[in-house]
């Protein structure tokens, strides 16, 4: 049989309910009252994520994440939990930090888009060790149908058409269904909502109660913010509630989205974060260098995630504030 | 390198929409917006629109994407002025390509749940190759990549032959338009959608492309050469888009 033989069933495994109900009757209940959120990222981590919680993560994999928040996940030791890797690429790498590291099994399914690489820079020794060890489900989507997901989480509508996965083994290992358009009788592949039972999203400003700006490219976080069931947001500075009313077109989330509002200047360090700083290319190197000897990567943990108290320590593991400088400078072509 | 990101660049016409990944692809973007196609429009995945690249990027979402852009937006934006048909082409890669433009980036071998080799998978490439008039691709040649059978489907080029796309639901009209290699240039043929060499570069023969293709290629006629890079093709690739020869370094 041909791979794409059999092209009117997927069979990868829906790991959240796309039931719209449901998620009303969550969204109903959920405390929507303008009040202070702000909070360290340990008390965020210990109170919205759970074990075996679904997570979302925003950004783009090494733009704008939201390292401090993730780091704190994998400290934390939590455990089962599902993703949506939606080019997922250094936030997958420290997440799975918790795989195959004796700390138990952080990672246990993934609705895969995009993991395991670092675009341009490679692949990533220690999550392909942890992908090809058969011990976390995958389920394959594209970074499009991915988005639809939680674009139709966000409208609160069960499903999504679109034309892509069409014919592919994509599709075949998705859990997309096959329908047609009661229209024009065309063939669609109807794209399930995913409500994430949490998010992490790093932002450039917020105010205490949650409205947040994002500058520079959205990814798809506009519509991950609106599908999270609860919402961690980290920012590269609070700002008044007054600044935010003297140009509400600026807010890109409101805060009825938001769970936890966490002050992390730095915060997608080493990603990029535009108008702010440039990817630490020589951190991400040193990285995936230390993955492909699981000693060194094991020493190199502990130095980096697992033995420092918070991501400032990080920070300074890593050149501090004249790195930061030199990364400020590189971002703005100065 | 050089060859193969000048003959990609000429393939792009003035005017065109097109989105583009990091690395060689970009280069060959960047250089045909700075010589024959000025008013291309690169566009990115992550949301990036009508840059000014100062610098080649490094991820299809940093900020060198929209570094002085004309648009900063989502993916969902991007991907949909695919689906609209707005956009020509797309660059894509892939770990093997078979003789139909079939791409696999997911994985080599073994189950689905327990790969021998895990790769990335799709990103945007099932959606791209899926939703752009023509798809481009641009990879080293040799038998590893060129492949008989793709071991997965991440992204369809024409399945398993004429109107495969079609069937499957895919917008009609779409599909692999060219691929570019460090030895020739290959298109499909009209009627079997079969993988074709169209031109040889230089000092290179059609044994040597068919010896490093694990199943048989066919020849348009006549068979071409192509055109080497001319001086102001390679000043502009060496000085404005590449000086840091992280692209045109590699071998």
């Given at each position: 049989m041909t791979p794409h033989e059999?092209?009117?069933?997927?069979?990868?495994?829906?790991?959240?309910?796309?039931?719209?109900?449901?998620?009303?009757?969550?969204?109903?209940?959920?405390?929507?009252?303008?009040?202070?959120?702000?909070?360290?990222?340990?008390?965020?981590v210990s109170r919205f994520v759970g074990d075996g919680d679904y997570l979302a993560s925003g950004g783009f994999g090494g733009d704008r994440i939201a390292t401090a928040v993730l780091h704190e996940i994998v400290r934390q030791k939590k455990q089962n939990l599902g993703l949506a890797g939606h080019t997922a690429t250094h936030d997958f790498q420290i997440l799975c930090a918790g795989n195959q590291t004796g700390r138990g099994q952080l990672l246990d399914r993934v609705d895969s888009a995009y993991i395991v690489g670092l675009e341009a820079r490679g692949l990533s020794p220690h999550a392909r060790r942890v992908m090809q060890s058969g011990t976390v489900s995958v389920c394959e989507w594209s970074n499009?149908?991915?988005?639809?997901?939680?674009?139709?989480?966000?409208?609160?509508?069960?499903?999504?058409?679109?034309r892509s996965l069409a014919g592919s083994d994509t599709f075949r290992h998705s859990a997309a269904k096959r329908i047609e358009c009661p229209f024009t009788g065309e063939s669609l592949i109807a794209i399930p909502a995913l409500w994430p039972d949490v998010a992490v999203i790093h932002v450039h400003e917020s105010d205490r109660y949650g409205n947040c700006r994002i500058r520079g490219t959205s990814?798809?976080?506009?519509?991950?913010?609106?599908?999270?069931?609860?919402?961690?947001?980290?920012?590269?500075?609070?700002?008044?509630?007054?600044?935010?009313r003297r140009d509400?077109?600026?807010?890109?989330?409101?805060?009825?989205?938001?769970?936890?509002?966490?002050?992390?200047?730095?915060?997608?360090?080493?990603g990029n974060m535009p108008y702010e700083y440039f990817s630490d290319e020589d951190h991400l190197r040193e990285w995936l260098t230390a993955e492909s000897d699981t000693?060194?990567?094991?020493?190199?943990?502990?130095?980096?995630?697992?033995?420092?108290?918070?991501?400032?320590?990080?920070?300074e593991q890593c050149g501090g504030a004249v790195r930061l400088e030199e990364l400020r400078n590189e971002e703005l072509m100065v | 390198m050089e060859m193969m990101i000048c003959a990609a660049s000429r393939l792009i016409d003035?005017?065109?929409?097109?989105?583009?990944?990091?690395?060689?692809?970009?280069?060959?973007?960047?250089?045909?917006?700075?010589?024959?196609?000025?008013?291309?429009?690169?566009?990115?995945?992550?949301?990036?629109?009508?840059p000014l690249l100062p610098k080649m990027p490094i991820s299809v979402g940093d900020s060198r994407t929209f570094y002085q852009g004309l648009m900063a937006t989502s993916m969902g934006d991007v991907m949909e002025t695919c689906q609209r048909g707005l956009v020509d082409y797309t660059f894509l890669g892939g770990a093997q390509i078979d003789m139909f433009g079939n791409l696999n980036s997911t994985r080599i071998g073994g189950d689905h749940q327990q790969p021998k080799v895990?790769?990335?998978?799709?990103?945007?490439?099932?959606?791209?190759?899926?939703?752009?008039?023509?798809?481009?691709?641009i990879t080293p040649h040799d038998r590893r990549r060129f492949t008989e059978r793709v071991d997965f489907i991440t992204t369809p080029g024409f399945l398993d032959g004429p109107g495969a796309r079609e069937k499957a639901g895919l917008p009609p009209g779409t599909g692999p338009y060219k691929v570019i290699t460090n030895l020739a240039v290959m298109g499909f043929d009209e009627e079997s959608k079969r993988m074709q060499v169209e031109s040889l570069h230089s000092n290179v023969t059609l044994d040597e492309v068919q010896d490093n293709t694990g199943f048989e290629l066919l020849v348009k006629e006549p068979l071409e050469l192509t055109p080497t890079p001319n001086d102001e093709q390679l000043r502009v690739l060496r000085e404005e888009v590449d000086p840091q020869r992280y692209i045109i370094g590699r071998s």
């Open positions: 059999d092209q009117q069933h997927s069979e990868g495994e829906l790991f959240t309910s796309p039931d719209c109900d449901a998620a009303r009757e969550y969204f109903r209940a959920k405390p929507k009252g303008m009040v202070d959120k702000v909070m360290s990222v340990t008390d965020a499009y149908t991915l988005a639809l997901r939680f674009q139709a989480a966000a409208m609160g509508v069960p499903f999504l058409p679109a990814v798809s976080d506009w519509h991950v913010a609106r599908a999270a069931k609860k919402l961690i947001i980290s920012c590269e500075r609070l700002i008044e509630n007054e600044e935010v509400p077109t600026s807010t890109t989330i409101p805060f009825y989205c938001v769970d936890a509002v966490c002050e992390v200047p730095s915060g997608s360090y080493p000693d060194t990567h094991r020493e190199f943990l502990n130095r980096m995630l697992f033995g420092v108290r918070e991501f400032s320590e990080y920070l | 003035d005017g065109a929409m097109v989105v583009v990944g990091t690395g060689a692809p970009c280069a060959a973007s960047m250089l045909a917006q700075k010589t024959s196609a000025p008013n291309s429009t690169l566009m990115f995945e992550a949301g990036g629109i009508g895990r790769l990335p998978g799709s990103g945007g490439a099932n959606d791209l190759g899926s939703l752009c008039w023509r798809i481009l691709v």
